[in-house]
Every structure is written in structure tokens, then in C-alpha cells.
């Protein structure tokens, strides 16, 4: 039982006792930063930034410190109407007519921390894409089709106008709200230069200027903005890493040399996170600590970074070739880049305005190509893929164990859509090496799951009725990989359509899985394989059909993918894709089938050229229920009976060993051949 907070001339004595040498006033900032950061899975986690092994009284005080700090004062309901107004007045007093607030931060990454959400602040939208525009008399918010209906619930209609993001052009809207020669604002450090450029123009033809902001408006007036998340950063071991960080520093920095390159700036956390073998939680679902580098020629790096993250024994794994430098000290370090006139690498698709320019404004030479850490990122090496494979055994144990759970309680009807995912979390948190999900559980019953990119809510949590799909696609971080599946499950007998559609999509999941291609393949030349007898009807889907996976890192990477949209970057060995097919009808059903795969060559004796292939890292059972094996090949359905006897062979020790007799059962009976 925790005590309470018994103030800070305690603390400061408990401090002192402890031979520690912070302040009150230091851990209040500390912990600031701990709740602006999410709470992980490990709650006390975050006081190793205090100190190791402290006394249980300091502890106790500072866990009833972040308790008190976490209350705070009571919230009051967002005066959205008032915060617009706000707004407009630091833009009349800067001569803006407008100004573009983005969803997102400094690093143009897939989750941000809440002191970059500024459009949630400014308008209550709270989905994970889009902006808005505020001009002087005017607004929208601009979404995509995945938030058509949630804008409307969440944006009040009296204070923006909804604009779809693709379909609504952005020059069209502002060209009509803001007066001809106007002043369109945009913060330099929330866009990418490519982004800057390409909107200019398109502001100029239309009579608008695009205005670099020093300061953020919307920072201006929001008042209780919360601080920049500090979570811990640790060492990720090298059993799971498999090269050192000062190997990968020296590789990419030859290959610097050899081109002529002094530096290269990064910006993108998770490319950091591999090159020096940290990980950090800064973020929700992926384990990044937030920060900017600069690799020099000679192997040599600047991080800038909040040294009250890094764990104890962090800087001693950077060693003496990696400086650890302060987050405002950046914009220095890129003059000095300048004066001594190198020629600097940045990725103008990733890297944001602000770098751009200071660069260009102290005499760089700037050499526009991609980050060169995510190809070598992307191909995962022997300590990596084992970790993965490892990661999706344990995975797989967990989601039999779940689909057998489930087999037992959907039949009632009476389990919802949270409770799935919850008990799906709960099975994966009883595991080993487990560090949280790495994305938020899609969970959809229904029609539910015809819905994409579906997030369950208290509002729209559906029951599991007899007769319907259940679309659960999720997946974990675990200490040696991260795992995304996506498997649909028959509640009650499935019609015939279902089986259908279902069958369909597992014909195009296995092409892809089957492929065998010449090296330089390219994830787009794949597509048409997992779509084609889709097709063969009239059907598609609109989405991707794979994209990257990280090695306990973003479950959505570069630069791999397997989609219609044209990619350059050919598929590597040890590039790890997911393979996700699907199919959805609008009100009623979705379907998804989604394994991970591993890039491998392929030794076939007659190949006139070097082959590649896909391995199946995925452990869990296709819902046979679905299945009409009359629509199958008998090569597809060789392939279905090898996969699921894999699945078997793997898991049922596991789970023997376990005592889990009856889940043993079910997995043998889920994973029995078809026989046709």
C-alpha cells in the first residue's frame, strides 16, 4: 500500500540520505516529464532516472509524488470556441491570415507525445492523420476517409468545415478563405522540407505566401502544455542487436567517406534507436527515445538527447565516440556543420523544414538522399531474425490460448469487443520478454470489422454475435521482436458468402507466401498476386497489402512494402513484410489474414539467377471454419495443412509444458489437415 506524499522537505532529506543529487524542484520536472510519457509496463520503471536500488521510503515518496502530480487540478471541459478565438489573436498580432496545424512533431513519426498534439488541443480530433487550417474568419480540418464519421462526432461543425485530406486539395480551400496575397503560417519544425517546398509553389500560383513561424501559435496559447516525455533509455543487449553499435557507426560512416559526405543528420528516433542499440518509451507502442543525431564521417556521433533519460549505465554503452548533448544545443551543432563547409546528408522525405534551413542558412552543402539507416534497419541479421523467431513462438502461444478462450465464451454472446482484446493483452503480458503492444488492438465484430483502421471505444464496443466476423488484428513488442497478426474468426457458422470471401483472400495470402522472385524484385510487383483472384469477381481492398516490420521497433517500417503504389526499394534478405489481404463489406464483415514473412534466398538448382523468397514467421491457427476447400488448389491446400502442422509442431511443447491440456486439444483439432 503506497503512502501519501509527505511533502518536499522530506523528500529533499530522503535525497540527501540516499547520497542523491537532486532537488525537490528536479524531481518535480522529472516526473512532469514521466506522466507526459506513457505509463509502460513497468510503473516504477521510470525512477531508475533518480537513482539504482533506491531505499523503499524514497520510493514510496516518489510514487506518491507522481500520484499527486498525476491528479493535478480537476480538468475542465475543452472550451474549443474560446482556444480558435485565442489563436487568431497571436495570428492578427503576427500578420497571418492562417496557419496549418499538423498532426504531428519534430520527428514526422506515426505516434507522437501529448505536447505535439496540438490538433487534438486545438480542435478535440483525436485520430492519427490529418490538420487543420485556421484562417481569420474561417477553419477546416482536413481527414482522411478512416475519420469521415469520427470528425463529425469529435469537431464541433460551428468552428471548422470537414474537408477530406485527399480528395479536398488544400490550395482549393485556402485559396477560397484566405484574401488574395495573403499569409499562410506553418510551424518549419512540424513539416519536411519536401513538404515546404511542394505547398510554396502551390501557394504562389494561387496568390499566397507560406510563412516560416519561429514560434509555434498554438504553443502560445496553450497554457498547460504538457512537457517533453522522459522515459527511460536503456541499452538494447547485443544477444538481441547482433552487431555493435560502433560496427554500424563504422560501416555507415565509410560509407560517408567513400562518397565525399562530411555527416548526416537523423531525425528519425527508431533509425537512432538502431544505430546505437538504445531503446527508449517515449512514445505509445513503439520503443523509441525521442531525440535528433548527427553521425560525422569519422564514425563519431552527436547525440542530442534529455541526459535525465538515459539509464544508469547508457553512457558508458554509447562510449567515448558518442557525445551526449542537449536537445537545444542542435541548431548550433548544425552552424558548426556549415562553417566547416561539409557536405551534409539529409532525407528531405523525413527530415523537417527547420533542419533544412539552418543548414542552408550556415553554408552546408546539403546532399538530399535517404536516411542510410533504414535499409541496413530493414534487413534484419542472424541474432535479429532469431529474436523475431523466438518473439512469434511466444506470440503464437498466446493467441492459441486466446482462440481457445474464445471458442469457449463467444458462443454466448455475451463478449464484446474490449473484453477480447483485453484478455488477448492479458495472455501476451504472462509472457517473457513482453514490453506492450505495438499498436492499439484492432478489435472488430461485425460490421465493425469492415472498417479498416477500426479503434474500439466505450461507444462503439459491439457484442460477438452468433452468425458474424470478428476481425482481431494485433500484435507486441517483446524484448527480442515485434509481431503483427491479423486473424478473422467464424462466430457460429459462417454463410456461404463469407466462406467465400474468406477463401478468396487466403488464395492471394498464399501466392504471397509461395512467391519466388529474382533478386530486385520489388514489394509492388508482388501485389497483384495477393489481389488476383480477388479481382477474378469484381473485389479489392484499399489498403496496402504489406508493409515493414521492425526488430522490437516500429511495426510499421521503411523502406520495404508490398503495395499497388509504386516502390523503387527491391526486397532484401532479411527484410521482414507482413502479408495481410484482405476483403470488406461495408456494413457488415471484414476479413484479414496476416502473417509476418522474411525475405530469404532461395537455392533452387535450375534458377538461372540468384531467387529470393518468403519464410512464414506467424504461429497461429486460420480459422478452418472459414475455409471452402473447394475454391483451394490442391497445391493451396497442401500449403495450408504444412502451415498449420508447423503451428502445431511449434506451440503444442509450449503449451503442453504448460499444463494446457485443453488448449493443447483445441490447437490439435484447429490445426487438423483438410482432406478433401
Known amino acids: 500500500m503506497s503512502s501519501a506524499y509527505r511533502g518536499d522537505e522530506t523528500l529533499a532529506q530522503l535525497l540527501a540520505q540516499a547520497g542523491l543529487p537532486q532537488t525537490p524542484a528536479d524531481i518535480r520536472s522529472l516526473v512532469a516529464g514521466v506522466l507526459a510519457a506513457p505509463e509502460g509496463e513497468v510503473p516504477d520503471g521510470w525512477m531508475v532516472l533518480v537513482g539504482a536500488r533506491l531505499p523503499d521510503d524514497l520510493a514510496g515518496q516518489l510514487r506518491a509524488l507522481k500520484a499527486d ?14 482556444r480558435i478565438a485565442a489563436l487568431r489573436g497571436v495570428l492578427a498580432r503576427a500578420d497571418l491570415d492562417g496557419f496549418i496545424v499538423p498532426r504531428g512533431d519534430e520527428h514526422q513519426g506515426e505516434y507522437v507525445p501529448p505536447r505535439a498534439q496540438r490538433l487534438a488541443w486545438l480542435t478535440g480530433f483525436t485520430g492519427s492523420a490529418g490538420h487543420a487550417v485556421v484562417g481569420r474568419q474561417r477553419a477546416a480540418i482536413f481527414v482522411d476517409g478512416r475519420y469521415t464519421l469520427q470528425v463529425q462526432t469529435e469537431v464541433s461543425s460551428d468552428l471548422y468545415e470537414y474537408r477530406h485530406l485527399v480528395d479536398d486539395p488544400l490550395t482549393e480551400w485556402v485559396g477560397e478563405a484566405l484574401p488574395r496575397g495573403g499569409r499562410l503560417g506553418y510551424d518549419p519544425w512540424l513539416h ?3 513538404w515546404v517546398e511542394r505547398t510554396r509553389q502551390q501557394m504562389e500560383r494561387i496568390g499566397l505566401s507560406l510563412v516560416p513561424c519561429p514560434d509555434n501559435p498554438v504553443d502560445r496559447v496553450w497554457a498547460d502544455q504538457p512537457p517533453p516525455p522522459l522515459a527511460p533509455v536503456v541499452a538494447q543487449d547485443l544477444v538481441f542487436a547482433g552487431d555493435s553499435a560502433a560496427d554500424k557507426r563504422a560501416r555507415l560512416a565509410g560509407d560517408l567517406a567513400r562518397n565525399g559526405i562530411g555527416a548526416v543528420v537523423l531525425t528519425q528516433p527508431d533509425s537512432i534507436a538502431w544505430l546505437l542499440n538504445l531503446r527508449g518509451a517515449d512514445v505509445p507502442c513503439t520503443p523509441l527515445p525521442l531525440s535528433f543525431a548527427i553521425l560525422k564521417d569519422d564514425a563519431q556521433v552527436d547525440l542530442f538527447i534529455d541526459r535525465r533519460k538515459l539509464a544508469p549505465g547508457v553512457e558508458a554503452h554509447l562510449g567515448n565516440q558518442v557525445a551526449v548533448r542537449a536537445p537545444d544545443e542542435l541548431g548550433a551543432a548544425l552552424d558548426g556543420l556549415g562553417r566547416e563547409g561539409r557536405k551534409v546528408m539529409v532525407d528531405p522525405a523525413s527530415t523537417s523544414a527547420w533542419i533544412f534551413d539552418r543548414l542552408h ?11 542510410p539507416c533504414a535499409l541496413p534497419k530493414a534487413c534484419k541479421n542472424v541474432a535479429e531474425l532469431a529474436g523475431t523467431r523466438a518473439a512469434h513462438a511466444r506470440d503464437g502461444a498466446a493467441l492459441v490460448r486466446f482462440l481457445h478462450w474464445l471458442s469457449q465464451e463467444a458462443p454466448s454472446g455475451t463478449v464484446t469487443e474490449i473484453a477480447a482484446a483485453d484478455r488477448l493483452l492479458a495472455f ?7 514490453r506492450g503492444l505495438s499498436f492499439d488492438t484492432i478489435s472488430g465484430a461485425g460490421p465493425n470489422g469492415a472498417i479498416v483502421h477500426y479503434r474500439v471505444s466505450e461507444a462503439t464496443d459491439r457484442r460477438l454475435e452468433p452468425g458474424s466476423l470478428f476481425l482481431l488484428d494485433s500484435g507486441a513488442q517483446y524484448q527480442d521482436g515485434t509481431t503483427d497478426v491479423t486473424r478473422t474468426i467464424a462466430i457460429g457458422a459462417p454463410t456461404p458468402e463469407m466462406r467465400e470471401r474468406f477463401t478468396l483472400v487466403l488464395k492471394g495470402h498464399i501466392a504471397v507466401s509461395t512467391a519466388r522472385f529474382p533478386r530486385g524484385t520489388t514489394g509492388s510487383q508482388l501485389d497483384t498476386l495477393a489481389r488476383l483472384p480477388l479481382w477474378s469477381l469484381g473485389l479489392d481492398y484499399d489498403h496496402g497489402t504489406g508493409h515493414g516490420v521492425g526488430s522490437y ?4 517500417e521503411g523502406p520495404q512494402r508490398i503495395s499497388k503504389v509504386p516502390n523503387s526499394v527491391a526486397l532484401q534478405p532479411g527484410m521482414i513484410l507482413s502479408n495481410e489481404p ?16 522474411v525475405v530469404q534466398p532461395l537455392d533452387l538448382p535450375m534458377a538461372e539467377r540468384p531467387m529470393l523468397g518468403f519464410e512464414v514467421l506467424t504461429l497461429a491457427p486460420i480459422d478452418r471454419n472459414l475455409v471452402e476447400p473447394a475454391l483451394l488448389t490442391q497445391a493451396e491446400i497442401a500449403w495450408l495443412n504444412a502451415y498449420h502442422n508447423r503451428v502445431r509442431e511449434a506451440l503444442e511443447p509450449r503449451l503442453a509444458g504448460e499444463g494446457d491440456a485443453a488448449v493443447v486439444q483445441w490447437l490439435r483439432q484447429a ?3 483438410i482432406i478433401v
Open 69 to 82: 502530480l498525476a491528479i493535478g487540478r480537476p480538468a475542465a471541459a475543452p472550451d474549443y470556441a474560446a
Open 428 to 434: 501476451r503480458r504472462a509472457n517473457d520478454r513482453f
Open 361 to 371: 542558412m550556415a553554408g552546408a552543402k546539403l546532399e538530399r538522399d535517404p536516411d
Open 671 to 673: 490445426t487438423s489437415p
Open 192 to 194: 519536411t522540407a519536401g
Open 582 to 597: 484482405g476483403y470488406y463489406k461495408t456494413g457488415a464483415y471484414g476479413i484479414r489474414i496476416e502473417n509476418l514473412i
Open 553 to 556: 521497433l516500429s511495426v510499421h
